[in-house]
């Protein structure tokens, strides 16, 4: 079993940054995927972007060069660098881990945080 506790949500200005962090624990942390989604009511949960036990790194197009995603394996944490905020950018952000390597679906992840909101104010 794998925890994930979500952090850092807030409200920000368009231009601004957020950093959000992804606690973990439980099995090993290092063996597994994790995933960023983000989530706007009445829609579909959204793949913002991963890091793999490679250090493989993958983001959606819509966030590519604003966005980065990295882990501390000694802390178990991943964290995910917001910046130019956009209003688009709003929505509910969720943590998840897969087993899979280059997993981009929000299906083929095995656990979930609750979500931290991100507000962008223009």
């Known amino acids: 079993q794998v925890q994930l506790v979500e952090s850092g949500g807030g409200l920000v200005q368009a231009g601004g940054s957020l950093r959000l962090s992804c606690a973990t624990s439980?099995?090993?942390?290092?063996?597994?995927?994790v995933g960023w989604f983000r989530q706007v009511s009445g829609k579909e949960r959204e793949f913002v972007a991963l890091?793999?036990?490679?250090?493989?790194?993958t983001y959606a197009d819509s966030v590519e060069g604003r966005f980065t995603i990295s882990r501390n394996n000694a802390q178990n944490t991943v964290y995910l660098q917001l910046s130019s905020l956009q209003p688009s950018d709003t929505a509910v952000y969720y943590c998840?881990?897969?087993?899979?390597?280059?997993?981009?679906?929000?299906?083929?992840?095995?656990?979930w945080g609750q979500g931290t909101q991100v507000t962008v104010s223009s």
């Open positions: 998840a881990a897969s087993q899979l390597l280059r997993p981009t679906l929000a299906p083929l992840y095995d656990y």
């Open positions: 439980g099995r090993t942390f290092n063996g597994y995927t």
């Open positions: 890091v793999n036990r490679n250090d493989y790194t």
